[in-house]
């Protein structure tokens, strides 16, 4: 029967420049469009969460074994006034921290306000995604960026107000934390408008390396500033978010319909909010699928999505593959900055710096993995193979990363590219397939519930990760590292029965002969 649809008014950009709607412009380039405005937005909520990581040093007060290991060497390498990089033999200054971070329990209250931050964004994720498949995305998105640059702007005033309360910091993180939850469905569920399946994970893996960019802009700018006061290490990064935000608002198009193009059948046909009832792969020789009105298709209900096949195996992959990632996110310039790499404890500035080649390995992580699940048709095994290849690769990194810069370097681009894959594929690529599979039972509208539901389930992980490297730190950096390894296996086990459905569909339908020859 015939799809009716109901179409959103255009943005106010398209209207203040009619030169950028059909047919002046292509239906190519309005794709082109969404995936550069949702790739900014979501580097722009990415670099608003870097700054916490990159103060944490000035932050805390410097343990005794670091003050003993730079007395000993008495070698640190610093940053001048215009950039440059070079060693000093001179110790660092004992600098006290900022109560109440300051103190032996320093490292516990970072911890519990990466919690606080972490947890609030997880909780706010399962309701944001629900709610995004019932309203405009580009209101709630918009309204997402602009709450988030608000409460990294007060973060970064208690510096500037001399503020010491842990409650006003935490309520900060939280408040934070649930307008952050806003933009991962939001941009998911538009870039699902625009693309069917058949280069999904190809088109998605590059499109998410936005998680890495906007860290390596976060962690650029904060590190920047940071000689000027840890407040402008906020205060950037904010007013970027923000700035961001009126361009979401002004030019982002949610769906195809809403600016007149009628998509053909043999790419997709688009619900009201944007997820594809046909994707471009789709086999006639399987089961009918009969279309719904929109007018009478509701959103998906919560545990209705979390019986989805698969999504709940994904989702607590995503549990403890995010707690990986975001250990690293927000403790990697704390690591670098207190173990010495060829004998040199490095400054904060060069730390937070140094910290962005794990980032730009997660880029090539994301894309490579993207391109193999396209290649060979199979999400869990790529997700798989990258899981239990970066377990050696974090050993190597813990082990000898100290032996050279070089080393170091390698280790820690190689450690991104496999920690940041499969989180790449699982949140982009693996959501959006799960989403429009929906539609077997008649129901279009799961592409954000069911997005929020893997990566809100992946955010527990990734607030519990940061909350216990904080205790577990106190202890030496053998047991995080520990806890980071354990961590990478149960994700990947979580995946085994997803494999073997993958692998056995793959060898009935004639394909993956070579795998056929190996277990013969």
Partial sequence: MQLKTVTLAPPPGLILFPCLNPPNK???????????LTFIAYAAFHASRKPPSIVKSVLTSPTPEFLNATLTNGTTASNSDKGSFHFTRNPPQN???????????????????????????????????HIGDTIDLRIFLTVGMLGSGVFVLFFGLGYFLDLHSLGFYITIQVLCGLFQSVGWPCVVAVVGNWFGKAKRGLIMGVWNSHTSMGNIIGSLIASSVLGFGWGWSFMLPGIFIVIVAFLIYLFLVVNPENIGFELSGEE?????????????????????????????????????AWRLPDVASFAFCLFFSKLVAYTFLYWLPFYIRHNAVAG???????????????????????????????????????????LFLSIPTLLLYRIYGSVSMFINIALMFASGLLVNGPYSLITTAVATDLGTKTLIKGNSRALATVTAIIDGTGSVGAALGP????????????????????????????????????????LNDGKWLWCSILTH
Avoid: C
């Fill in 344 to 386: 040199v404890h490095l400054s904060h500035k060069t730390a937070g710096i140094l910290s962005t080649v794990f980032d730009i390995g997660g880029v090539f992580g994301g894309i490579l993995a993207g391109f193999i699940s396209d290649m060979i048709e199979a999400r869990a095994v790529t997700s798989v193979i990258f």
């Fill in 268 to 304: 997709y046909e688009m619900s009201v909010e944007g997820v594809a009832l046909v994707d471009s792969e789709t086999n006639d020789t399987e089961e009918t699928m009969e279309y719904v009105d929109v007018e009478s298709s509701v959103a998906i209900g919560f545990f209705e």
């Fill in 95 to 129: 600098d006290t921290g900022w109560a109440p971070f300051s103190g032996p329990d320093g490292p516990h209250r970072l911890g519990e306000l990466d919690l606080s931050f972490l947890l609030s964004y997880s909780i706010g994720m399962y309701f944001s995604g």
């Fill in 467 to 506: 909350l216990l490297v904080g205790y577990i730190s106190t202890r030496g950096w053998n047991s995080v590292f520990f806890m980071l390894i354990i961590s990478i296996s149960f994700a990947g086990f979580l995946l085994i029965h997803v494999v073997k459905k993958e692998v056995k569909g793959k």
């Fill in 26 to 36: 292509t239906l190519k380039f309005h794709r082109f469009l969404v995936l550069i």
